[in-house]
């Protein structure tokens, strides 16, 4: 495990919240959305998936430099 592992899962997780965002932003706005709304669920279930494995990892990585 890597700190380039934990940052590219944040990164990844951050990328598809904001596809998530842009979506849920153009429908209160009034234009159509482009996900449907098992769409988007599936897209915020990535999102925080990815940012949990981001978490464990840089965790993982601060615990292995500390001993």
Not at 1 to 14: E, N
Not at 36 to 43: N, P, R
């Amino acid at each position: 495990m890597t700190v380039k592992r934990s940052r590219a899962a944040l990164m990844i997780a951050l990328l598809i919240f904001l596809v998530f965002f842009a979506n849920v932003a153009l429908g209160g706005a009034g234009f159509p959305t482009f996900l449907s709304d098992l769409g988007e669920a599936v897209t915020l279930f990535a999102a925080v998936f990815a940012f949990v494995v981001g978490i464990l990892n840089a965790e993982a990585v601060r615990n292995a430099a500390e001993r």
